[in-house]
Each structure stands twice: as C-alpha cells, then as structure tokens.
C-alpha cells in the first residue's frame, strides 16, 4: 500500500513495490531477464486510473473504464517474451487500452544507438486512446504511437511490422494483421470468445500456428473481429 508522505517517498515506495513484483514473477521461472528487467522499469501506477494506484502492482487486471482492463503484468510478460522482441523491432499492438503493454514493449526495443524501435499502437474507443497517450506521455515513451481506429484493419500506412501484439480475443486472425506481418515475422493473439486461446503466429514458407495457453481478454470488436 502507498501512503501519505511526500512526491519522493510516494515514488521510492512504487519503485519499491514495482521491485518485489518483478521479483514474483522472476521466481514464476518461465520469463526473460529482458522483459523483467523492461517491467522493473515501467511505471505501472501512471496507467491505472487514480484510485487504483496502490493496487498497481498486482499481479491480476484492473478495470480502466468503457468496461475495458489493463491486462495482469504475467500476460504483458508471457506476449511479450513470445514475440522475442529485438532492438529496433517496428511493432504493432492492437488494443492500447491504459498504454502499459506498449510501454512494456517500447522499453524493450528502444536502442541508445541509431535509431529507435518504434511501437504502433490502435485503440478502438476513443477515450482510451486518449487516457493513454496521456498515460506514455507522462511516464517519458517517445517511441509509441497512438492511433484511434479499428485495429482488425491492421495499420498499413507503417506496415510491415517485425511483430504484431494483439491484446483483445479475436474470432480468427484478422487477414490484413497477416499481410501486415514481415516474412519471419511474429504475432500474438488470443482467440475464442468464451474459451480463449493464446496463439503464437509465425510467418515462414507458410503460416504456422502454435496453442500457447487459455487465456481471459475482453473481445476484439470490428470488422474482422466480433460485432459490437
Ligand atoms: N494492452 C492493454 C490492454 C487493453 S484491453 C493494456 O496494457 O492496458 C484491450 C483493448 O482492446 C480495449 O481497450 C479495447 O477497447 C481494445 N479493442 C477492442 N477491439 C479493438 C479493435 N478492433 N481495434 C483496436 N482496439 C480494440
């Protein structure tokens, strides 16, 4: 729990807090040193709604608003160790919601040296791209974009993309996220609308398919997802 005190101590507390869930999920013993070295970093309590706050370091989802949830910090750690992000990966996630995951990946990718990696992030519903531009603003990621749009759609304008994070449950795998997706590239994807499915997908000579894990997402809605 955070308490009263001053900007400082409040701080050192959730950095403090943000050690021992990274600590928790180190001794899960299935996750990377780079994404928990990236989840160590990234201020989990910037993307939550404000009464919410001490309970950011949890290790389960909380509701954002617009009966949406910032996903358990395990998820944003399995997705993003499937996806075996590089430095200077182009990224593109579908399903921004509070920016947390995008953040994740952003510290992942992003390089001092030439040239950042760059995270393209499509949200559906207006407000939540909003709360977390907001969000990656004021926790300092440069390197993320924001688009309000439908995210089955893919975003061609940056395409193609050396991986695909998708973070709502899909029908089937949207077509155009498919043509969006570099040869040797990567996407992950829940899908199923009751019983959920994590998928990993990689494009080589032909499309292969791997069953991760039963997953819980909120659906992915649109054009190539379920209808409103
Ligand atoms: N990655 C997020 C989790 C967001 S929950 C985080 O770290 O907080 C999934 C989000 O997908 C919701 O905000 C929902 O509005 C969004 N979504 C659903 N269908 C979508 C679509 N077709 N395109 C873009 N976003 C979509």
Not at 6 to 20: F, H, M, S
Not at 43 to 54: A, G, N, T
């Amino acid at each position: 729990m955070v308490g009263m005190g001053n900007g400082l101590d409040v701080e050192n507390r959730y950095k403090e807090e943000r050690a021992r869930m990274v600590e928790l999920l180190m001794r899960q013993g299935s996750i990377s040193e780079v994404v928990l070295t990236a989840m160590k970093q990234v201020k989990r309590h910037l993307f939550v709604p404000p009464h919410l706050s001490d309970q950011a370091y949890s290790d389960y989802p909380l509701p954002i608003g617009e009966g949406q949830t910032i996903s358990a910090p395990h998820i944003v750690a399995m997705m993003c160790d499937y996806l075996d992000l590089k430095k200077r990966d182009k990224v593109l996630e579908i399903g921004t919601g509070s920016g947390y995951h995008a953040a994740v990946i952003a510290e992942i990718i992003a390089s001092n040296g030439d040239g950042n990696g760059h995270v393209y992030s499509v949200e559906r519903i207006k407000h939540l791209a909003e709360f977390s531009t907001g969000n990656l603003e004021r926790a300092g990621y440069k390197n993320v974009t924001v688009i309000s749009g439908d995210g089955t759609l893919g975003l061609p304008e940056h395409a193609p993309y050396d991986k695909i994070s998708v973070a709502c449950s899909a029908p089937d795998v949207p077509p155009p996220l498919l043509e969006q997706l570099k040869s040797y590239g990567k996407m992950v994807i829940p899908i199923g609308k009751y019983m959920q499915t994590l998928y990993l997908i990689e494009k080589r000579n032909g499309i292969e398919r791997e069953r991760k894990c039963e997953v819980g997402f909120v659906p992915l809605v649109g054009r190539y997802g379920f209808k409103d």
